[in-house]
């Protein structure tokens, strides 16, 4: 059964750090790996995709790594700003698993001004 | 709005109400989900419909019954629910597998009194 982690649960960093947010999953036999961002009561919007085939993904300040050999993605966020406070969630698809992502339960981020 | 629409956004129900969650998309996606967001943990799949045929319930309670009319359209009918399943059910919809074109609604925020 796949299992998702997010470390750590919850970050607050000043303005203009870089930082870094951690997703692990057990099985490594994934199709691709997909990284999302949730505002306070709102849904989910997509990041970055990473297909298993790829190392990388970048988007603007965002850079998402692939190691599917050790079962582990970073998200990787330049300068931060306020405004990329929210929650960001990973998630995990494979075949195998039906018409469905598996998800970690997220990381809580929170860039202080 | 992120092209999946969810109404109420807000629900307040009694244990011995009946109540319906409706999602909608035009985006032309053939599958639709629920999952259910509490606090501090993963978004829990509940149903999955591809072209109209529920192809999966992740072992929920019958106290909750979907309802897919059309590709367009998911329900969620509720009824004698617990205080337990107050949460965030989130909607969304896929072209198809391979978690590509994923998209999420806002949700409803359910309490249940």
């Known amino acids: 059964k796949q299992e998702v982690t997010q470390i750590p649960a919850a970050l607050s960093v000043p303005e203009g750090e870089n930082l870094v947010l951690n997703c692990s999953f057990t099985?490594?036999?994934?199709?691709?790996l997909q990284w999302f961002r949730q505002d306070p009561g709102k849904g989910l919007t997509s990041l970055l995709l990473?297909?298993?085939?790829?190392r990388e993904q970048t988007s603007g300040r965002l850079n998402a790594s692939l190691d599917k050999s050790s079962g582990r993605s970073t998200l990787y966020i330049a300068a931060s700003q306020p405004g990329d406070s929210a929650t960001y969630l990973c998630?995990?698809?494979?075949?195998?698993?039906?018409?469905?992502?598996?998800f970690g339960a997220g990381t809580i981020l929170r860039v202080k001004s | 709005e992120t092209g999946v629409t969810q109404t109420p956004r807000h629900l307040v129900m009694g244990m011995t109400n009946k109540k319906s969650l409706k999602c909608e998309q035009h985006?032309?996606?053939?599958?639709m989900y629920w999952y259910k967001q509490s606090a501090k943990k993963p978004l829990e799949l509940m149903f999955v419909?591809?072209?109209?045929?529920?192809?999966e319930n992740n072992s929920v309670p019958s106290r909750f019954s979907p309802e897919c009319p059309n590709s367009s359209h998911l329900f969620l009918h509720l009824h004698t629910l617990q205080p337990e399943d107050s949460a965030l059910y989130l909607c969304?919809?896929?072209?198809?597998?391979?978690?590509?074109?994923?998209?999420f609604g806002s949700g409803t925020r359910l309490t249940v009194v």
């Open positions: 969304a919809s896929s072209q198809g597998p391979s978690g590509y074109g994923y998209t």
């Open positions: 419909y591809n072209f109209k045929e529920q192809t």
């Open positions: 985006l032309g996606h053939n599958a």
């Open positions: 998630a995990v698809y494979r075949q195998e698993y039906g018409n469905k992502l598996v």
């Open positions: 099985d490594s036999a994934i199709y691709n």
């Open positions: 990473i297909q298993s085939s790829q």
